[in-house]
């Protein structure tokens, strides 16, 4: 497990940037793609729902439920779309610049799907909306990651400890999946019936995000532009279309790095959102219950992405994610026995256990993959790679409802779900050993 090293002088950009401005450009990166998440979990729970009945009622329970997930998830296929995009002008324009317009896209959309008529009152041009806005929440999300991840690395660049700080933005993932799960699950129970929530109370929760993308905007248009950034404009080093130009150089790394962290995705949807809940229900758990469970988890998810990133710094970020994701095969098969008992504590400890171990490797993405790319096409190629892993990911993820019908239900299921949760681990594991690490040397202290 080598680590190449890339020695970069790049001192000049650094002379004023202290420890204090390096935490404002975290917490604005963080708290933007925290939002971006949220949305993006907050309607995978809004299609286990309420969407089937809402924008599907003509079709049977089963396809109703299938096709709410479809239009859920199809926004992982326009992330890499976004990616390319972003990336290019967030090459060629600025961080900071595209960082806001990823919020300004994503605040839309969330409004349109906050006050989307439903099929009864406007036929199929329900679903059609739905699936448009869910198609442009997709490419404001994949112009996130790319950028946030970037801003960051690049202000931190004199720090020993950048995993460290990656660590953070790499939280915000599963920081969204608990606002998300935290704020549906207060606006269920607190609706006064039944129908006001799936009337209303869902729609809430799309408005609240909507509000607080505003907030991120405001945050992050009044921080500083990236000073490896504006250097790069300075001397005219400015490329005229880095997200192509990366593609052609290193497509293959792109493809690698992807599929190294492909099991994260599949295990946080394929085990949890895509299985856990509909396993707990199909046992007659609370639904209450599976709210907490599943935000509990969150937490765990977020403290393992930062000391991920802290591990990464001391012992490097491949070794790390290989780690991570040897440790979530063997984890795999136990977890489903542990949740079949029924017992609720343990079935706490082990949703906990499943995410906090995938995220161990996730935590050290920002800056593994920031760093695999100079200065001139990060943003492009950082922003592809983590993309087209969350593709890579997703693919699993529709076997369990696939496989859950095909074998008469989750119970019957599960151990079919696991043997692919622990191929997909084996896959990304294989794709990190082929991969390589750049540490690039652009430190001069301890901040």
Do not use: C
Not at 80 to 90: L, T
Request: hydrophobic fraction near 55%; charge should be positive.
């Amino acid at each position: 497990m080598a680590t190449s090293t890339a020695v970069v002088n790049q001192s000049e950009p650094f002379q004023h940037v202290t420890r204090r401005d390096l935490a404002k450009i975290t917490v604005g990166s963080t708290f933007g793609t925290i939002m971006e998440w949220y949305d993006f979990f907050l309607a995978a729970l809004a299609a286990t729902t309420v969407w089937p009945h809402l924008f599907f009622p003509t079709l049977n329970p089963a396809v109703g439920l299938a096709a709410a997930a479809a239009a859920y998830a199809i926004t992982y296929f326009t992330r890499p779309i976004g990616a390319y995009i972003f990336g290019h002008y967030g090459d060629r324009l600025g961080r900071r610049t595209m960082l806001v317009w990823t919020l300004m896209i994503m605040g839309g959309a969330m409004t349109g799907i906050a006050v989307l008529p439903i099929y009864d009152s406007i036929g199929i041009l329900a679903p059609a909306l739905l699936i448009l806005f869910r198609l442009v929440i997709g490419i404001g999300v994949g112009g996130e990651w790319g950028g946030a991840a970037t801003w960051v690395i690049e202000f931190a660049a004199k720090s020993k400890r950048r995993g460290f700080w990656e660590g953070w933005v790499m939280s915000a993932t599963p920081g969204g999946l608990a606002l998300a799960v935290g704020i549906f699950t207060l606006i269920r129970i607190y609706s006064p019936t039944t129908l006001f929530f799936v009337d209303y109370g869902w729609r809430i929760a799309f408005a609240i995000g909507a509000i607080l993308l505003v907030v991120g905007v405001i945050v992050r248009y009044r921080l500083s532009e990236s000073p490896i950034f504006d250097e790069q404009r300075k001397r005219g080093a400015l490329m005229r279309s880095p997200a192509t130009d990366v593609l052609k150089k290193h497509w293959g790394a792109i493809i690698l790095l992807g599929l190294s962290w492909a099991f994260v995705i599949a295990l946080t949807s394929g085990l949890v959102i895509d299985t856990a809940i509909p396993l707990f229900l199909a046992m007659k758990v609370p639904l209450t219950f599976v709210d907490i469970t599943v935000f509990g988890a969150s937490i765990a998810a977020v403290i393992g992405s930062v000391v991920g990133g802290v591990i990464g710094d001391r012992i490097g970020n491949k070794r790390t994610l290989i780690v991570s994701a040897v440790l979530s095969i063997l984890f795999t098969y136990p977890y489903f026995v542990i949740v079949r008992t029924g017992n609720h504590s343990l079935m706490i400890i082990a949703m906990a256990i499943i995410l906090f171990l995938p995220f161990l490797g996730f935590g050290v993405l920002g800056r593994w993959f920031t760093e695999y790319f100079e200065a001139k096409y990060r943003y492009s190629g950082a922003g592809m790679s983590y993309q087209l892993g969350a593709v890579f990911g997703s693919l699993p993820t529709v076997a369990p409802t696939l496989l859950a019908i095909a074998y008469g239900g989750y119970l019957k299921a599960w151990p079919y779900i696991a043997v692919l949760m622990i191929a997909t681990s084996v896959i990304s594991i294989a794709a990190a050993l082929a991969s390589k690490e750049f540490v690039r040397l652009e430190h001069a202290d301890d901040s």
